[in-house]
């Protein structure tokens, strides 16, 4: 029994094994099988995310496209596009439509989007605070200027509104609509207080007397009433015979009020002294075809009157003469003089809107696209640089007359050519320097000078902050000393001027600590200056870099201070090593008869250089310390010669400025430039410069002027959306993203509204 009891136990012992090898086996293949749908499961998500983004990379590249194409036509919408773009992928073509973008139509400063028809007629109150808008939609806008969202939509008219006027005093508001109503509102209860009802056709024009006490109105029955505004009665009918007259305007002075009509002739009525008695005055006959909008000059001298035939004549009532503008190519439906008197603004059916100089009788610059098909009314706003335009679009847009350039911002025109510029590291202060022998700090936040003038020294060719922003190094014309450091901290030269070389220095550079400075100049020579000792009082040692009798004319110091790159008047490029003074393989392969300006990009990867060979080129200096050879490739984009170069703080950005008096921004990775040039000055410019944040450029050159531009991304697509200033519809969206992506406010309202 007992061998019988040890068989059991073998047996048991082995069904045991058995059951556990079984158990092993099916736990190895669930372990097999759950590893396989792992990975095949990350490999789906990982696929899923590839394809998700390879998606993201090419609807951002077919909207930057669209935006592009869609520029002309509907800018607002390009922006949106582009956008969206930017939200999608970061990418150099992204980026470049939306520089673009703002680039194009650099007055427009924003679309008021909430009319659902066509603007028939604008008019500022006269404190600029309030603009309104009539409608064909039955309602007049009142907008905040300021905040370019409205403040008040008003219904009472039920019919379109065809036009408007605000007294002097900007208390009351007159409308007319389509039934020949007139309303009176009063603005501060944004209530109608009066109901004015003789005209049997709808309203054509309105104007209010100076004092406020009288209203014109014409209709298209042929009428022309004064409305005796207090008692809300026709004081006279002017029971004129030349049907229509669309255009109504009362002197400064109140005595003369002007009507412009069918027949292409102006009539001008004496008001008097007695309510009720005006009489016919005179009578001028210039115009071919109807006269749609009159305007007096704020000083009474000139009366300017809008055609059909697309001229506008402007008048002297006191020498009775007259001369014709001409600038459109269609029916001239608006026009009003700025504050001074000094420009007027048209707008036409041709889309377009054109800035006059009434002194010189001409255009100031091109005519400006509307950004609608028809213009039917303009308004000049009181301070002289906003005019709103409205037409057959249910946007008002509203222009910045003054604006040179949207991103770029002038600072105080110097009257000297300015050579060089330098942001402190902590980029808090501007530096310049020109022919005047003058360095001048700014603030770059508000514009202003900031600090005391450094004087007493010959041209300044090159500047720079050493890097804790204690001294300032600069490169000057002559032999008597022709680099000097200055002690910021007391305002005073840090020792005796220098001479480093026989001629003038053009350019200076630190190295990363701040104890070395790099400079050449026009005698060919590098020089580097040990700055150790200033600091208790003594003067640099200064060695030359003599291998090359040529090497110098531009230089600068790699971010690891280990290599200096050197720019030489006969298109040699030469890197340095510091330590020893001596050159690192070969010059550069020459690609230019003379080099300008060299600039290492922040990682000290690539060297950028410029002269005048027009091109710029990028050289890739991997390897190079190993003997490798650098390659290069080009940047073409100037027109001239090339000046100078930096790098934006992450590297991802190359600025350029050149004899064509532009700034071009380039994408590295890319090679590609971004937008349109920057373009604001009048000479040759001499030097750009970065901020250290990287969100301001800075461009100087030989017409005194010092521009700001606005370099950010992330800023560019806040403005963008002040434009704009409206999302896209949910219609755009699915026409031009799809619904593979859900729909958001692209710029989304501000908070209140």
């Known amino acids: 029994m007992a061998q019988d009891g040890d068989l059991v136990d073998v047996f048991l012992r082995a069904s045991a094994a058995t059951e556990r090898r079984r158990e092993i086996r099916a736990r190895a293949i669930t372990l097999t099988v759950f590893t396989v749908i792992t990975v095949l499961a990350v490999a789906a998500l990982i696929f899923g995310l590839q ?28 922006l949106l596009l582009s956008l969206e773009a930017n939200r999608l992928a970061d990418l150099a073509e992204v980026r470049s439509s939306l520089l673009q973008g703002l680039l194009a139509n650099p007055g427009l400063v924003t679309f008021l989007h909430s009319h659902d028809d066509l603007v028939y007629d604008l008019a500022f109150d006269p404190a600029g605070q309030i603009l309104a808008s009539a409608s064909a939609d039955g309602t007049i806008i009142l907008w905040d200027v300021a905040a370019q969202q409205p403040m008040a939509r008003l219904e009472e008219h039920g019919l379109p509104v065809r036009c408007l006027a605000f007294t002097q005093d900007g208390r009351l508001m007159a409308s007319g ?38 209203l014109a109105s014409s209709s298209w029955d042929g009428s022309v009433l004064l409305w005796d505004v207090a008692s809300g009665q026709v004081a006279q009918d002017l029971k004129e015979q030349g049907g229509t007259y669309y255009g109504l305007a009362f002197s400064p002075d109140g005595r003369t ?29 210039v115009h071919r075809g109807t006269v749609y909008d009159l305007a007096f000059s704020p000083d009474g001298r000139l009366l300017a009157s809008a055609d059909a035939d697309g001229e506008i004549t402007l008048w002297n009532l006191e020498m009775h003469e007259w001369v014709r503008l001409r600038g459109h190519s269609n029916d001239v439906n608006s026009l009003a003089f700025g504050p001074r008197g000094e420009r007027l603004i048209s707008g036409s059916r041709d889309g377009t809107l054109i800035l006059w100089d009434v002194a010189a009788r001409q255009p100031l610059g091109e005519p400006i696209d509307a950004q609608m098909p028809f213009v039917y009314a303009v308004a000049f706003g009181p301070d002289g640089r906003t005019v709103a335009a409205g037409g057959r679009s249910s946007a008002v847009v509203l222009w910045d007359t003054l604006s040179g350039q949207r991103l770029g911002r002038r600072l105080a025109e110097q009257g000297v050519p ?27 936040s ?71 400075l790099a400079t050449a100049g026009d005698d060919g020579a590098v020089w580097l200056w040990d700055l150790t000792g200033v600091e208790g009082g003594g003067q640099p040692a200064g060695r030359v870099l003599e291998d090359y009798t040529t090497a110098g004319f531009s230089v600068d110091l790699a971010s690891d201070g280990r290599t200096l790159a050197s720019g030489s008047d006969e298109g040699a490029v030469i890197l340095w090593d510091v330590a020893s003074g001596r050159p690192i393989g ?114 100087a050159g030989d017409d005194g002027k010092i521009v700001l531009w606005d370099v950010d991304p992330v800023s560019w697509q806040e403005r963008a959306c002040r434009i704009a200033n409206r999302p896209l519809t949910r219609e755009e969206w699915q026409r031009y993203i799809g619904s593979a992506w859900r729909y958001r406010e692209t710029c989304p309202p501000p908070e209140g509204r």
Do not use: C, K
């Open 418 to 444: 300015v050579n060089t510029l330098a942001f402190a590291p902590d980029g808090n202060t501007l530096a310049s320097g020109g022919d005047d022998g003058v360095i001048r700090f700014w603030d770059p």
């Open 257 to 285: 009020l002007a009507l412009g009509g069918g027949f292409g002739f102006v009539v001008l009525w004496d008001l008097g002294t007695v309510p009720g008695e005006a009489r016919q005055q005179d009578m001028l006959r």
């Open 586 to 699: 070969q010059p550069l392969a020459r690609r230019q008869d003379w080099v300008s300006v060299v600039a290492f990009d922040p990682a000290g990867s690539l060297l950028a250089s410029g002269g005048n060979s027009i091109d710029i080129f990028l050289w890739d200096l991997a390897g190079v310390r190993d003997g490798a050879s650098p390659s290069s490739r080009s940047l073409a984009g100037h027109r001239e010669f090339v000046t100078s170069l930096d790098f934006s703080p992450d590297g991802r950005t190359l600025a350029s400025a050149g004899l064509d008096r532009v700034v071009i921004l380039w994408d590295v990775a890319s090679r590609q430039a971004l937008g349109q040039p920057l373009a604001d000055h009048d000479d040759w410019l001499r030097s750009v410069a970065y901020s250290p944040d990287g969100r301001t450029l800075a461009s």
């Open 446 to 516: 508000s514009g202003q000078p900031a600090g005391r003038e450094l004087t007493g020294m010959a041209p300044v060719n090159s500047i720079a902050f050493r890097p804790d922003g204690r001294y300032l190094a600069a490169g000057l014309d002559g032999s008597g000393g022709n680099l000097l450091l200055w002690d910021l901290a007391t305002g005073q030269p840090l020792g005796r001027p220098l001479q480093a070389g026989a001629h003038r220095v053009r350019s200076v550079a630190f190295d990363r600590d701040g104890d070395v």
């Open 51 to 78: 394809a998700r983004r390879q998606a993201r990379i090419a609807l951002a590249r077919l909207l930057a496209s669209q935006a592009v194409s869609t520029m002309d036509d509907q800018y607002d919408l390009a």
């Open 177 to 214: 609509d389509a039934g020949g109503t007139i309303l009176l509102w009063e603005v501060s209860t944004r209530r109608a207080i009066v109901r004015l009802e003789s005209h049997e056709r709808e309203v054509a024009a309105l104007a209010f007397s100076p004092d406020g006490g009288t």
